[in-house]
């Protein structure tokens, strides 16, 4: 599989402050933290043999700082382009502060990984499955939870969590 990467310049700096700039640096780096455990590597090694997809086909794997919208507004969790780069994006700070008034930090935290998780599960899931994007979202979900079983799924929150990040609001968001 191709290399994982926190990149800070292929994205136009939007204006944010320093408390903001400081909030994403964050949110990269246990984002590209999370996806290079190697548990989670040798799982997606296994997913990858399981779909029949060549590791060849994923030139890198950038963990952006900022978020990104598309054409129509709404935000990306990643996208796969046609040379093989998978882009992963954060969630809006926004966002995350609300749910840091909802759920405890390590919930929050717990949030990000495994979406940082999943989103890159489905971009890989698109290399097999192009335009399904319904088979897609069902094998993501599935082998996320596949993954993350026996480490988080005995707490209820952790359920809920996980159940608000396969949700079209959260996707939409």
């Not at 809006?92 to 979406?115: D, P, Q, S, T, W």
């Not at 890159?120 to 996320?144: C, F, G, P, S, W």
Request: aromatic content about 12%; proline content about 2%; overall charge positive.
């Amino acid at each position: 599989m191709g290399k994982i990467g926190v990149d800070y310049l292929v994205q136009e700096v939007p204006e944010v402050d320093e408390k903001q700039a400081g909030f994403y640096r964050k949110y990269a780096a246990v984002t590209d933290k999370t996806l290079r455990r190697p548990s989670f590597l040798g799982f997606l090694g296994w997913m990858l043999r399981e779909e029949n997809i060549e590791g060849n086909m994923i030139s890198r794997i950038k963990v952006m700082m900022f978020p990104f919208r598309n054409g129509k507004g709404n935000g990306l969790a990643g996208r796969i382009t046609a040379k093989g780069e998978i882009f992963l994006y954060p969630k809006r700070k926004e966002f995350c502060c609300k749910l840091m008034r909802e759920f405890e930090k390590n919930n929050v935290f717990f949030f990000i990984k495994a979406r940082a998780m999943a989103t890159l599960i489905h971009e890989l899931l698109h290399l097999r499955y192009a335009r399904d994007e319904n088979m897609v979202r069902q094998k993501t979900e599935e082998y996320l939870q596949i993954f993350i079983w026996e480490e988080y799924m005995r707490d209820v929150e952790t359920r809920s969590i996980l159940k608000m990040l396969f949700s079209s609001e959260a996707v939409a968001s």
